[in-house]
């Protein structure tokens, strides 16, 4: 049978979609009109200022009532801050405020900046419409080779992830933006991305009280609005070495609905990910087994026929019975009353002309609130900090790996055959070399691979800049030739990880100075200049150490 106007309608608020351009998009309107989905995710690809975002959500809200939707849109965006910031400004765009990511503001020992800092981000976004941000990380990072979280957890430690991610937690719901903490129940043990492929995790539910859970548990006593389900295996919960935890029911209900007794909304990560769109049947066929298992909100970002998949496999199951519309209704309900507390009125999200004075006034005093973190969160790991002569110094960066589908690869990036980015001095290395260029008359700057030939000056000091080298070990190989050299002339030197820390506690980085920002942002790594040339003390405190796994 056909299924009716209501029960489409009623069908599309379980749904999150993302489109592409600075406007609305055709697809765009096909979704809010003919689907009727009631939540839309912005990405990078959609944000060129704040001012844009506004008009840009202004006309999907009005877009939405046309349609005749009841309540307005949620507008979600991955706001984590510090590298995955979809709504922060980058070299080529002003837009939102950089602020420390999660192990940069653990790395300060205070969650009063971790809720500051999100108050103040959650500020800029309602400012411009947007109601839903897809943070705070819950994850636990406790396998140090993680290749998708990493420097995205507060920590190793479940008691300060939890502490920290509370604190975002706080920050936001005060700035009037719902909180989304995930990746539910944890995908910090693992050195599988889910973008690329589908990571199993095997604990015990004892093992998982004591660390994956323990987050988000204490989110969940907070009061914290929606959760995000990730795409791992988890044998011990889900009884199968298959089905990843988004598309199961004993994870999304049994655990966290009836276990762990949350009421709020439950949103899955993206579908895209290989996790499930390799799966029998892709993205249509998951998202019914996600509503299936009891997922609130599917989340489809990228690609219109996965949109449409989707929602057709959705119908399809429910004229066959194996989706139930009063199960639909009922989950309905929490996404409702997150709408009515996050989004508010009709008369709330539209009709607001964008108020630039007041953002410029308050973006100023972010800055200075950001600038405030960064300094506390850059951390000396080891060793004392040499004091550069006035010569030349010479900054050396790796060229760009992809290591994180999460955060790197703008969309059209080109690439070596390698994986080397074609333009290989990235513009945050740039940026750096031009924070030391600040502070010293004399600055060269080196792009570094793997076959980088040693035998030349190394000036008067070196800041030799590292990028995971943990995993990417040819960093470690170059700096031991460069610090064989450097050792001929008794030339100092200072090993900046920019990202993860975990090289840094490795046998093979001998030097006099071991400094850590936590992220690659232009923010933190100037912060981190001001560091080594004594600006400001090294008061940042690793959130991480190193694990026997990770040892090398």
């Known amino acids: 049978m056909d299924l009716s106007d209501e029960e489409k309608r009623e069908i599309g608020q379980h749904f999150v979609f993302g489109f592409h351009g600075y406007e609305v998009s055709e697809d765009a309107k096909e979704l809010i009109n003919m689907y009727h989905v009631g939540n839309i995710i912005l990405m990078k690809r959609n944000v060129q200022s704040v001012k844009q975002v506004h008009a840009l959500v202004q006309s999907l809200q009005q877009c939405a009532r046309d349609a005749g939707h009841r309540h307005p849109l949620m507008i979600g965006i991955d706001q984590e801050n510090g590298l995955v910031s979809a709504f922060s400004s980058t070299a080529k765009y002003q837009a939102g405020t950089q602020f420390p990511g999660a192990m940069a503001i653990a790395a300060t020992g205070d969650p009063e900046y971790a809720r500051k800092c999100s108050s103040a981000s959650a500020r800029e976004m309602k400012a411009v419409g ?15 080779r993680n290749p998708v979280i990493g420097v995205r957890s507060f920590g190793d430690d479940p008691a300060e992830v939890a502490r920290f991610a509370k604190a975002v937690g706080d920050g936001l719901t005060q700035g009037g ?7 539910f129940p944890g995908h910090g043990d693992t050195n599988i991305d889910s973008h690329l492929g589908l990571p199993i995790i ?9 660390t994956e859970l323990k987050p ?4 969940i006593d907070a009061g914290v609005a929606s959760i995000m389900t990730g795409h791992m295996v988890i044998q011990a919960l889900t009884g199968d070495g298959e089905t990843p935890a988004s598309l199961s029911r004993a994870v999304t209900t049994t655990l966290l609905r009836e276990d762990l007794q949350f009421e709020g909304v439950v949103v899955t990560d993206c579908l895209e990910m290989n996790a499930v769109k390799e799966r029998q049947g892709g993205v249509p066929r998951g998202a019914v087994e996600a509503l299936a298992a009891g997922a609130d909100v599917v989340m489809v970002c990228h690609t219109m026929a996965f949109h449409r998949g989707a929602m057709e496999a959705t119908y399809k199951a429910v004229q066959t019975g194996e989706l139930h519309m009063d199960e639909l209704r009922k989950s309905g309900d929490r996404i409702t009353a997150l709408k009515r507390k996050f989004a508010g009125t009709w008369d709330d999200v539209l009709g607001n002309p964008f108020d630039e004075k007041a953002m410029i006034a308050l973006q100023a005093t972010n800055k200075k609130l950001s600038e405030e973190a960064y300094a ?17 110094i010479v900054v050396m960066t790796p060229v760009v790996e992809s290591l994180n589908a999460a955060v790197d690869d703008a969309e059209g990036l080109q690439r070596t055959e390698k994986g080397h980015v074609r333009n290989t001095a990235a513009p945050y290395y740039v940026s750096f070399a031009e924070s030391v260029g600040r502070r010293a008359a004399d600055v060269e700057h080196l792009v570094y691979a793997a076959d980088f030939d040693c035998g030349r000056d190394f000036g008067d000091g070196l800041i030799f800049v590292t990028r995971n080298a943990d995993r990417s070990a040819w960093q470690l190989d170059v700096l031991e030739r460069v610090a064989t050299q450097a050792a001929l002339t008794g030339v100092p030197i200072v090993v900046l990880a920019s990202c993860a820390p975990y090289e840094l506690f490795s046998r093979r980085v001998g030097v006099q100075a071991c400094v850590a920002s ?30 026997i796994r990770g040892q090398y």
């Open 518 to 547: 936590f992220e690659y942002t232009c923010e933190a790594l100037e912060a981190a200049a001001s560091v080594i040339f004594y600006e400001v003390p090294p008061v940042g405190v690793s959130p991480v150490c190193i694990n």
């Open 130 to 144: 947007i109601n839903w941000s897809y943070s705070p990380v819950g994850d636990v990072n406790s396998d140090s």
């Open 177 to 183: 933006v719902a909180p989304s903490a995930k990746h």
């Open 202 to 210: 095997n604990k015990s539910r004892t093992e998982l009280d004591q």
């Open 376 to 392: 506390k969160s850059t951390a000396l790991i080891s060793g004392s900090l040499p004091v550069f002569s006035s010569g030349k």
């Open 216 to 219: 988000f548990k204490e989110l």
